[in-house]
Antibody, heavy 119, light 110 residues
Framework: EVQLLESGGGLVQPGGSLRLSCAASGFTFSGCVMNWVRQTPGKGLEWVSSLTSNGHYTYYADSVKGRFTISRDNSKNTLYLQLNSLRAEDTAIYYC????????????WGQGTLVAVSS | QSVLTQPPSASATPGQRVTISCSGSSSNIGSNYVYWYQQLPGTAPRLLIYRNDQRPSGVPDRFSGSKSGTSASLAISGLRSEDEADYHCTAWDDSLSARVFGGGTKLTVL
């Protein structure tokens, strides 16, 4: 059974930092491009960042570029997202996901972890 | 302001057919595949359509996708009450080097 289990969310003050983790199992994590996608409660989805399978290439939404860092440890089947200089508008549920792409329909999502930025 | 434009809401009665549009540009929908997701309240999104018009196994053939130029559509026929959900379109954008989403469409089954 495929599982993506996020952790590390919580309440943080503006300007603070958090590190999200996503533990993967049930599929070949090391062969997949992995993503973080966020969703403000009651609103649409926003792609945050992608990381290639070998960890060499990263992509970020303009809204988080320079503040967030995506990384992975294929030996631990774990994806990370370091969130720095957090703002109120970063408040959202953060999903770890293997998104379907041109290679096929394989698509996995975690249950999400809530990040709340507030003083 | 989302890069892809979807109507915020749609509604129809059981048994009817409903279509949800997704409008983009030459750098996203016009040159890349479109994907559609269904999201029930309190759950993670579920893939409905990949590569514009392909259904993953387990998705009923009541759901269909299409693309023309810089726009895409999701059609749901034989509408059921359990189809009441949020629907999201997404595609890669070559200019932004980013995956972009629509703002989502809330479908109400009357």
């Amino acid at each position: 059974e495929v599982q993506l289990l996020e952790s590390g969310g919580g309440l943080v003050q503006p300007g603070g930092s958090l590190r999200l983790s996503c533990a993967a199992s049930g599929f070949t994590f090391s062969g997949c491009v992995m993503n973080w996608v966020r969703q403000t409660p009651g609103k649409g989805l926003e792609w945050v960042s992608s990381l290639t399978s070998n960890g060499h290439y990263t992509y970020y939404a303009d809204s988080v570029k320079g503040r967030f860092t995506i990384s992975r440890d294929n030996s631990k089947n774990t994806l990370y997202l370091q969130l720095n200089s957090l703002r109120a508008e970063d408040t959202a549920i953060y999903y770890c996901a293997k998104l379907s792409d041109s290679s096929g329909p394989t698509d996995y999502w975690g249950q999400g972890t809530l990040v709340a930025v507030s003083s | 302001q989302s890069v892809l434009t979807q109507p915020p809401s749609a509604s129809a009665t059981p048994g009817q057919r409903v279509t949800i549009s997704c409008s983009g540009s030459s750098s996203n929908i016009g040159s890349n595949y479109v994907y559609w997701y269904q999201q029930l309240p309190g759950t993670a999104p579920r893939l409905l359509i990949y590569r514009n018009d392909q259904r993953p196994s387990g998705v009923p053939d009541r759901f269909s996708g299409s693309k023309s130029g810089t726009s895409a559509s999701l059609a749901i026929s034989g509408l059921r009450s359990e189809d009441e959900a949020d629907y999201h379109c997404t595609a890669w954008d070559d200019s932004l080097s980013a995956r972009v989403f629509g703002g989502g469409t809330k479908l109400t089954v009357l």
